[in-house]
């Protein structure tokens, strides 16, 4: 096998987003700003379509929208082509614009885009008023020892309000026949975050924020019918939490919506699948509905993460449709009962697969080749009992008699999310990475993941970094028992949320001999004031269970890494580690110009060079 190198990883190509045509012959797809056309059955190659993102087909299956930014950097505008990839821009916004919905059955389309005189405004005030009956806590809240989730859930002392908001997303009708945007209907100073065309396209499901961005924390969702012809609104119950994936069918008692949202009462938790009244349609169910796709006017299908693996459902009654090994996402369908899908195993990379949702599928797309490291999955218990996952990756051509092998255990973000039996391999350090350097690599699925269910996933309100993190070790002294991991040579790694059980881990202890925290959260309360997620980010930690609280503890080397202008987990949350560490060994690195998520091409290839040559230095 060529070596792998930090450049080859960075530079492959990864599908996303694929978008099944409503005739079922085509799919786009998106790659790293392009789009990318291929037939539904893989009678040809796919070719380079356009420079763009968030593909949408028209109804007749003849054309494409597309935003792009190729014109002005930044600054997105709609685009239509054919099959044959000619271009035509269909508008000229001024602010930009951010999405697109066809209208079924007509050349129409709505545009999200702020209104083109709505300035940012000045100073940005948020003005506090105390209601009626406000409630005044006595010192309550997470790590206090109050119940987390119901803490979380009870009503503030006051609403803090933005009494000015920065451009709103609001609705327009488009006529690509006369380029004359109109307003489609009044919202008023609600900012619109997604919306669905109904088939029949007389209506468009709305979904709304009270706020055009996350920072106060207080984004109240909001539900509307609006009447594709009039532009009257119906209001709906509020919808829960974290509303996503607007799905239209209809059954013998007509219309009805469906979406994904997060499960109540808590702010910590899974996700559910709600219908417009917010009845949970998934209560009870053993794994975690990850997406949504209507498929035509018939019942839409639904991704469910079931453990390690993927399965496709079908509502209403959620029957099982296809079971994948490892993970399926950008589900796409089609009334015919076909769909388009990115799909991945341990032992094959991302690439586009299409066909009848019960299978087989064809693959459309190729993937990286290589002579990859054996995955195992693991199954094992907590220290409570509690049935745990995961996965055991070891150096290419090794089997477990060739160790003990250092040992790098990776813990994934969220925490809500989760390591499917996938290929694993990304800018970040993953688990095929560290793998080829010589390295055994641990992927370990908590408790607080993706996958079991909303039990699990909420059980860590309030409890981050314990049995948490407990459950780590569990697995961790199961693979050393076994002569598969030395314990003189154990390290950590991260990013997000994983980053914080890193550096939570070296307070915790000194079995770790080296550390990489991306990310990493070290003070949940300074988060929970100067991040997106405020109050949600309330609801996991407080102050015990802070790394900052316990960083005089930490003997492991660590190396911190963080991007500039993280909204996300702020770059102060770096600076306090790194200021805490002192003169204790570490490395401090910040990337300009860089989010939560890190995008420039040198950057990527420094982070995945810099994590291997630590790890490889601290466990030789």
């Given amino acids: 096998m060529t070596e792998l190198t930090a450049e080859t990883v960075v530079d492959r190509q990864v599908p996303r987003t694929p978008q099944l045509s409503p005739d079922g012959r085509w799919v786009v797809y998106a790659v790293d700003g392009g789009l990318w056309l291929v037939p539904a059955d893989g009678g040809a190659e796919p070719r380079e379509f356009a420079t763009g993102r968030e593909p949408r087909w028209a109804a007749d299956s003849a054309t494409v929208f597309f935003l792009s930014d190729r014109d002005e950097q930044g600054k997105a505008q709609l685009y239509r082509a054919g099959t044959d990839g000619d271009a035509e821009r269909l508008t000229d916004w001024a602010t930009g614009v951010s999405g697109c919905v066809p209208v079924p059955d007509a050349a129409a389309v709505v545009v999200l885009a702020p209104a083109e005189d709505d300035r940012p405004a000045g100073p940005r005030v948020r003005k506090v008023t105390a209601g009626p009956g406000a409630r005044v806590p006595a010192g309550g809240g997470a790590g206090s020892g109050e119940d987390p989730v119901a803490a979380a859930h009870q009503p503030p002392v006051a609403r803090p309000r933005w009494d000015t908001v920065a451009r709103p997303d609001r609705l327009w009708l488009l006529d690509p026949g006369t380029e004359t945007p109109r307003p489609l209907a009044d ?39 609006v009447d594709l012809r009039t532009g009257a609104v119906e209001d709906l119950p509020t919808p829960a939490l974290e509303a996503t994936g607007l799905t239209w069918w209809r059954d013998e008692t007509g219309w009805r919506l469906v979406y994904l949202g997060l499960t109540p009462p808590g702010l910590v938790g899974g996700h559910a699948v709600f219908d417009a009244d917010g009845r949970n349609l998934t209560a009870g169910l053993d794994g975690c509905p990850t997406e949504l796709a209507a498929a035509g006017d018939g019942p839409p299908l639904v991704l469910v993460a079931e453990g390690l693996d993927t399965t496709i459902r079908r509502l209403p009654d959620f029957t099982e449709v296809a079971n994948a090994r490892g993970s399926l996402a950008g589900l796409t369908a089609n009334g015919a009962g076909e769909v388009a899908l990115v799909a991945s195993t341990a032992a094959e990379p991302d690439a586009v697969h299409a066909g009848p949702a019960a299978g087989p599928l064809v693959r459309l797309t190729t993937a990286l080749k290589g002579d990859w490291a054996p995955q195992e999955r693991l199954a094992y218990r907590a220290e409570d009992g509690l049935e745990l996952d995961g996965l055991l990756l070891l150096p290419p051509g090794t089997t477990r008699s060739d160790g003990p092998f250092p040992l790098v255990t990776l813990i994934h973000g969220g925490p809500h999310d989760r390591y499917a039996d996938r290929f694993h391999l990304g800018w970040y350090p993953s688990g095929q990475w560290l793998a080829a350097a010589g390295f055994a690599v641990f992927q370990p699925n908590g408790r607080g993941g993706l996958g079991h269910g909303d039990a699990f996933a909420r059980s860590v309100a309030g409890e981050v970094g314990g049995a948490e993190f407990t459950d780590v070790l569990a697995g961790i002294d199961l693979l050393v028992e076994a002569g598969v991991a030395d314990e003189d040579r154990l390290g950590i790694g991260g990013w997000s949320h994983g980053g914080f059980v890193a550096a939570w881990a070296v307070t915790q202890t000194d079995r770790f001999k080296a550390a990489v925290v991306g990310a990493g959260v070290i003070d949940w309360p300074l988060l929970a004031a100067t991040g997106e997620h405020t109050r949600f980010e309330a609801a996991l930690g407080g102050l015990a269970n802070s790394p900052i609280t316990h960083a005089h503890r930490i003997r492991t080397p660590v190396l911190i890494l963080h991007g500039e202008g993280d909204p996300n987990v702020p770059l102060s949350q770096a600076e306090l580690l790194h200021r805490a560490l002192h003169d204790r060994e570490h490395e401090f690195v910040v990337y300009p110009r860089e989010g939560h998520s890190i995008r420039e091409r040198d950057h990527r290839i420094d982070v995945l060079n810099r994590t291997r040559a630590w790890f490889s230095h601290l466990l030789a």
């Fill in 187 to 225: 919202l008023g100073r609600r900012h619109v975050v997604e919306a669905a065309a109904r088939p029949d396209g007389r209506t468009l499901a709305v979904l709304t924020w009270s706020v055009a961005d996350r920072e106060p924390g207080i984004f109240e969702p909001g539900l509307h019918f």
